[in-house]
């Protein structure tokens, strides 16, 4: 069988593409006013991390140009959602920590999409969903690996 006729691949990421779309449009109605997807990404990473990163360090965390990142940190500076400030060993490079405004809007974001994400979950079965991770788990790694 060719590549080009696997059916099994192309039903995969079929799926995998449109519960990304889905999940990504219900989320973005649902985060608190003026508020995106991309900066509650930013401001989550930032907030598990519990460290300082470089504009660089968080583009390649999320598969992005460091263009795309800045416009993100830019807003999100903008906002008081996160302090920016040099790095002491390269004056030339910048540190980004989450702010407590901006751990309060993480907060916020959270309360509003969680029941979105738990509703989903319950309605499958968390035995279901378990048993799925692993898979997309791998598939993620692998491609993450073809970069």
Not at 55 to 84: D, K, S, Y
């Amino acid at each position: 069988m060719s590549h080009a006729d696997d059916p099994l691949s192309v039903a995969l990421f079929s799926e995998v593409f449109m519960v990304d779309q889905l999940a990504r449009a219900r989320l973005s109605k649902a985060l608190p006013k003026g508020m995106e997807l991309s900066h509650f990404s930013v401001l989550n990473h930032l907030a598990r991390g519990n460290e300082e990163k470089s504009p660089a360090q968080l583009a390649r965390a999320f598969h992005l140009t460091r263009g795309a990142m800045t416009n993100t940190l830019n807003r999100l500076e903008w906002a008081g959602h996160i302090h920016v400030r040099p790095d002491w060993d390269d004056a030339r490079r910048k540190m980004i920590s989450i702010s407590p405004a901006g751990r309060r809007a993480r907060d916020a974001a959270i309360s509003a999409i969680a029941p979105i994400l738990s509703e989903a979950v319950s309605e499958i079965g968390a035995e279901r969903v378990r048993s799925t991770l692993p898979v997309l788990r791998e598939m993620r790694i692998k491609l993450e690996g073809e970069d």
